[in-house]
């Protein structure tokens, strides 16, 4: 059972489907959230829809002090910041060639810094709260090579990298620190891929289907949650065996 | 709410079968399905400790069986189909440790280590196939599963343990090419690695587990974990939750297979424990 009664967790990107659902689910196991995305209308819908147990703050991740805002928020409302989820994430289908710096440094922004800045910013109130769990969302592009979205790949092996690397620092806090590899998943990112992407995706995808917003936001809520106690630096592939 | 998850009762009316269940991590493992509502089979060589667990819980019943004997393993499942027409959990955690040096490794300790950590988990997994396929067919579940334990050493090898790592390794391998087939048929595979746990199996190979700072020192969590601490992963792993991991390994190790850092670095940025 994963009882997730008394923590509080903080969910960027929490507008988009992925995002929505880990607060739901979070929300749903008996935690408080704090949701975050740059999208107020959308967030703030979601968050009014799960009641009392949640709050939207509008929050661009590459802002050092927006995160302060957010974790303000959290510690003020709720008391505390247990969790961390890092699903926060822009796509931008280019080749490398057709890759210009303002796209790279667009993607790299959301995807990378603000994954950074989200863990630097909660060390502090899970150090005073005896530890916490943070939970990067990378990709399957974070294991695996693109021939189509250059950027975000990019952006997802720093993911990956950085999660590794926190998990060592962190540790001795008590601190876990995580990370999700979602194959294709049926969401609105999606919808930017060029014509006839999305059909290949699920062709090399061995469950033969894209996977769905809460199968992601349950192995999140299963990271987070005290049941994975012993697991730091772990890599989940929630991807239908696509990385295989 | 589209959460379809029910966490405190996942496996009501399901058949699990837990490998090596009379101990340590198999033994938490079997415990837990039981206390989620499954029916849970548990096979192992020691028929006084397979008493003892069966004994701890109604819905658990032991099976002495070794996962190297196929001709035991065929008749568990026929057992199986007769008494509940249906498997829903195969766990592969039936698996031995000793640690020799390469050098002077007998053949005979070789065979020992990949025929029990590697050939079970292919004897096991194939004879329960038609049954966990059947299962999906008939309308019983949507998917089944098969959820292999390897282990930290299959990822990285200590020293001394080149047989069983090899064994371990190879488990890995063999869960991404199990995955790959099987799915189509609604058979989940999967891999859970753990790493030390303070289990009788690791304090085997680590010693006394009071005394082996050495040891604990290694894991950035400073400590070992617990069997439990496992079998909630697998738990996870084999549940509808986890419906769309396919051929994924979830190390449960407290960050030990994270690059080693030595401890004058670690001096040298103030970061000692």
Redesign the interface.
Known sequence: MTSLSGLTAIVTGAAGAMGEQEARILAERGANVVLTDVRADEGTAIADDIGDAAVFVQHDVSSESGWNTVVETALSKFGSVNVLVNNAAISKAFKLIDTDVETFDLVYRVNQLGVFLGMKSVVEPMKAAGGGAIINISSVAGLQGTSTIFAYSASKWAVRGMTQSAALELARYKIRVNSVFPGVIDTPMNDANPPGMNEVLVKTTPLRRMGQAHEVAEAVAFLASPQASFATGAELAIDGGMSI | ?????E??RRFEGCVVLVTGGTSGIGAATAIRFANEGAQVLVTGRDETRGAEIASSHDNIQFHQVDVTDRDAIDALMETIEATFGRLDVVVNSAGVVNARPFASMSTRHWQEMIDTNLTGAFHVSQAALPLLRSTVAGGSAKTTSIVNLSSLNGLRVDPGLSAYGSAKAALIALT?GM??EL??SGVRVNCVSP?A?DTPMSSSTAGDIENSEAFTSAI???RY??AD??A??IL?VASQ????????N??????A???S?HPDLLNMFN?E?
């Open positions: 709410m589209t959460s379809t998850a966490p405190c991404e995955a790959v799915i189509e790493g746990i950035p969590a400073g974990g617990t601490e496992v909630a992963a996870f939750e986890a419906a769309f991991m396919v051929g994924a979830l190390v449960i190790d407290g960050g297979t994270l690059p850092r970061m424990r």
